[in-house]
C-alpha cells in the first residue's frame, strides 16, 4: 500500500525531503478549524510544491455555522489548488453547541461542492467509523454515499468499507515524527495513512486524472438561526403543514387557521426567497411567493463564541483533538473482567483496587478501556462493564478539560533528581526516612501535627487551585495529548495515590475530570507532605515547630509555568522502595504519575521524571518525627535516590 502523512499546526515547520526519502508518496495539510485558518497551512503547502501530491482537511466545529467554515476554506484554496482531496473532518462533539446535528455537517460538505465547484468528486470524509454510525441514523447514509471515506481506525474491531468506501486509512498515530521531516521538539509523533484505492483512484488522488464535476448545485437548506421560533398565523386562509419545505401535490398533512401559534426549532431561507419553519417533523410557510403567512416574533441571533487568544506568553500553547473520553475507577479487591467486545467474551482479569480506567467509548454499560492507570494501549485494553461490582459510575470528562490548551515541548525530558534551596527565605528540608517496614513501595512522606486542635487538618480546594495542579503535570510533562495529562491527574488526585488523605473525594468535586459537579470541592489533609523536598518557612517558632508557607489560594492563582521548579510554591511527589541501596538509604523514586521517555547514557527508560504538586501555606503545624533539618540557601538536596546514581 502507498504510505502518506497528515499534519497541522502541531507540527509546525516540516522537512517534505525527508518526508519523501522516507516512503511518503501524499501528504495532507490541515486547512483550518471553526472560524480560524491553520497557521502553517501556507507554509506547508510552499514548503510541499512539487515534492508530493497535497490534499487538505478542515476540522467539523459544531460551534460555527457550517457555510461560513466552507467559506473560510474555499478562502484558503483560492489560490492554492490542490493535486489530491479535501476531507471534512467529521470527529468530535462540542457541548451545547449550536450545529451539532448530522444535517449540519452535510450542509457543510454541499457548501463545500458549491463554493469549490472544481473539487466535486474530490470531496471526502474523515471519521471514525462509531462516531459516524452513531452521529448520522442509518436511513441517512444514502447521502454520504458519494463521498470516500479517510478513516481513523486503531481498533483491530472497527470494520473497513462500513458504511462505505475506505478511500485513505489513518492506521497509526505514532508514526516516527523525525524520520518523516518533524522537528521532534516539537512533536515527536506523526499520523501515518494507507492509500487503498485502485491505481485509476490514485491518479485521480494524485491530480492526474481529470473529474468531470456534475451541473452547478443549488446552495443546500440551511438552518439559520437555531433555537427557537415563536409565531403567529396571519394568513387570512391559514396556512398548510407539509412534510418538506416546498409545496407538493402529495406533501401537505395539516394545517392551521389565523391566529394560531406556532413554535419551531429552525428558519429555512431558500433561495428563491421563500421562508420555512421546521416545526417538529413538518414544514409551514413563513414567506411564500412574496407574501408573510407566519408572523415570527423577533429572534435575536446568538453569536458565534469567539476563541479566545492564548494567554500573554502562552501563544505557542495548542489545543488537542480528543473528541471523548470517560472515566471509572475501580474500587475493590477482587480483579474485574475485561471483555473482547461489549457483551463478548472475557480475555482477562485485571484493575486492582483504585485502578484509574480511562475510555474513549462507550456502548451500553460497557466502556473501551485506553488507559489503564498510567499504561496507554493504542489499540485498547478491552471493554470494561462500569456497572460491575466496585466499579464507579462513568463520568464524561467535560469539554472545558478536552479543550485546555497544552504546552509545546521544547527538548527531551529529564529526571528530576534534586531540587536548589533558593534564597528567597529560610527553608526546611525533608529528608528520606531512614527505613520502611513496608514490603512493596509506598508514598515517602512525613506527618506534621497541628498544636492547636481547633484547626482543621483538611483544606479544601478550588477551581483555580484544581486548575493550577493539572497545568502543572502538562508543564512537566509538555507536548502529550490532553488524555495522558487526565489519566496523570486522575492518577495523581485519586484515593489512595499521592494524598493517601483525600477526604471522600469520590463524594466531592473535581473540576478537571467533572466528577460530582454539584458537590463542593475536593479536600486534601495537610498533615501528611512529601519527603526530599524543600519547604519554606514563613514564621519559625522554635527548632522543632514553624509555619510552612506557600500559595495563599484565598489569592487568584499564578500560571503553572511561571511556578514550576521553583520550592517556594511546588514541591514533588516521592515514593519509597523497601530496597536498600549500597549506600544503606532506600531506595526513592518519582510518583505517581508523570511517565516520560527518559534516555540517559544511550539506555531509553519510560520513567516518572517528577510530578509537581503545589504548596498551599500550611497551618500552624509541627514535625511529628525526624528526618528533617533547616537547609541552606544554594544548597542542592536530593529529591529520589536511585542505586544507578550512586
Not at 528567597?424 to 527505613?435: C, I, L, N, P, S
Not at 493539572?470 to 484515593?495: C, K, N, Q
Amino acid at each position: 500500500m502507498r504510505i502518506g502523512t497528515d499534519t497541522s499546526f502541531w507540527a509546525e515547520n516540516v522537512d517534505y525531503t525527508k518526508m519523501v526519502a522516507n516512503g511518503a508518496e501524499f501528504t495532507i495539510l490541515r486547512a483550518g478549524q471553526g472560524s480560524w485558518i491553520d497557521n502553517y497551512f501556507q507554509k506547508n503547502y510552499d514548503a510541499s510544491e512539487g515534492m508530493l501530491p497535497r490534499s487538505t482537511y478542515w476540522f467539523f466545529d459544531q460551534r460555527y455555522k457550517p457555510s461560513r467554515q466552507a467559506e473560510l476554506l474555499a478562502a484558503v484554496l483560492k489560490d492554492n489548488p490542490l493535486e489530491g482531496y479535501i476531507w471534512a473532518d467529521y470527529e468530535r462533539d462540542y457541548e451545547g453547541a449550536s450545529y451539532a446535528k448530522w444535517e449540519d455537517f452535510h450542509t457543510f460538505l454541499r457548501e463545500i461542492e458549491r463554493l469549490i465547484p472544481d473539487m466535486v468528486g474530490r470531496i471526502g470524509v474523515y471519521t471514525r467509523y462509531y462516531y459516524f454510525s452513531e452521529k448520522v441514523p442509518s436511513d441517512k447514509w444514502y447521502l454520504f454515499e458519494k463521498y470516500p471515506f479517510w478513516e481513523a481506525r486503531y481498533e483491530a474491531e472497527a470494520p473497513f468499507d462500513k458504511p462505505f468506501k475506505c478511500l485513505l486509512w489513518q492506521y497509526s498515530e505514532k508514526g516516527d515524527g523525525l524520520a518523516y521531516g518533524l522537528d521532534p521538539y516539537v512533536k515527536k509523533f506523526i499520523d501515518l495513512n494507507y492509500f487503498r484505492g485502485t491505481d485509476e483512484e490514485w491518479k485521480i488522488f494524485t491530480g492526474n486524472s481529470i473529474v468531470i464535476p456534475p451541473d452547478p448545485i443549488d446552495p443546500p437548506v440551511e438552518p439559520v438561526d437555531p433555537g427557537e421560533y415563536k409565531g403567529t398565523v396571519i394568513s387570512p386562509t391559514g396556512i398548510n403543514i407539509r412534510t418538506s419545505p416546498e409545496v407538493l401535490s402529495d406533501n401537505k398533512v395539516g394545517a392551521m387557521w389565523k391566529g394560531s401559534v406556532l413554535v419551531g426549532s429552525d428558519l429555512v431561507k431558500k433561495e428563491n426567497g421563500n421562508e420555512w419553519l421546521l416545526l417538529k417533523d413538518a414544514y409551514v410557510a413563513v414567506k411564500y411567493n412574496g407574501q408573510t403567512l407566519l408572523e415570527l416574533e423577533d429572534v435575536v441571533e446568538e453569536p458565534e463564541p469567539p476563541i479566545e487568544p492564548p494567554a500573554v506568553g502562552r501563544e505557542d500553547w495548542k489545543p488537542d483533538p480528543v473528541s471523548e473520553l470517560h472515566f471509572t475507577r475501580h474500587t475493590g479487591y477482587a480483579k474485574v473482567p475485561i471483555y473482547s467486545s461489549p457483551n463478548g467474551r472475557i480475555i482477562e482479569f485485571m484493575a486492582e483496587q483504585s485502578a484509574i480506567l480511562l475510555g474513549n467509548k462507550v456502548v451500553d454499560n460497557f466502556m473501551r478501556v485506553t488507559w489503564y492507570n498510567n499504561d496507554y494501549k493504542e489499540d485498547g485494553w478491552g471493554w470494561v462493564d462500569y456497572t460491575a461490582k466496585d466499579m464507579l459510575p462513568i463520568v464524561d470528562i467535560p469539554q472545558t478539560t478536552l479543550n485546555r490548551l497544552i504546552p509545546p515541548r521544547k527538548q527531551d525530558p529529564v529526571l528530576l533528581r534534586t531540587v536548589t534551596v533558593p534564597d528567597d527565605g529560610q527553608y526546611v528540608y525533608f529528608e528520606h526516612a531512614k527505613t520502611k517496614d513496608y514490603t512493596t513501595t509506598q508514598p515517602d512522606t512525613a506527618v506534621l501535627w497541628q498544636d492547636n486542635q481547633q484547626h482543621s487538618g483538611w483544606i479544601e480546594t478550588t477551581e483555580d487551585l484544581q486548575w493550577l495542579a493539572f497545568e502543572l503535570l502538562m508543564v512537566a510533562a509538555p507536548g502529550y495529548r490532553i488524555d495522558y495529562y487526565v489519566s496523570a491527574w486522575l492518577y495523581t488526585y485519586a484515593d489512595n495515590r499521592f494524598f493517601t488523605d483525600l477526604q471522600d473525594k469520590d463524594g466531592h468535586r473535581d473540576y478537571v475530570s467533572g466528577q460530582n459537579p454539584n458537590a463542593s470541592p475536593f479536600k486534601i489533609k495537610y498533615s501528611i507532605i512529601t519527603r526530599g523536598n524543600a519547604f519554606i518557612v514563613d514564621e519559625k517558632i522554635t527548632n522543632n515547630s514553624f509555619i510552612l508557607g506557600g500559595l495563599d489560594i484565598t489569592n487568584p492563582m499564578p500560571k503553572a509555568e511561571d511556578i514550576y521548579g521553583n520550592p517556594r510554591y511546588v514541591f514533588f511527589a516521592t515514593q519509597q522502595s523497601p530496597e536498600i541501596l549500597s549506600n544503606g538509604k532506600p531506595k526513592v523514586t518519582h510518583q505517581p504519575g508523570i511517565k516520560q521517555l527518559v534516555i540517559e547514557g544511550g539506555v531509553e527508560r519510560m520513567e516518572k521524571t517528577g510530578t509537581p504538586i503545589p504548596k498551599i501555606s500550611a497551618i500552624y503545624t509541627c514535625p511529628k518525627d525526624g528526618y528533617y533539618r533547616w537547609a541552606n540557601s544554594g544548597e542542592k538536596l536530593s529529591i529520589v535516590n536511585l542505586s544507578r546514581d550512586l
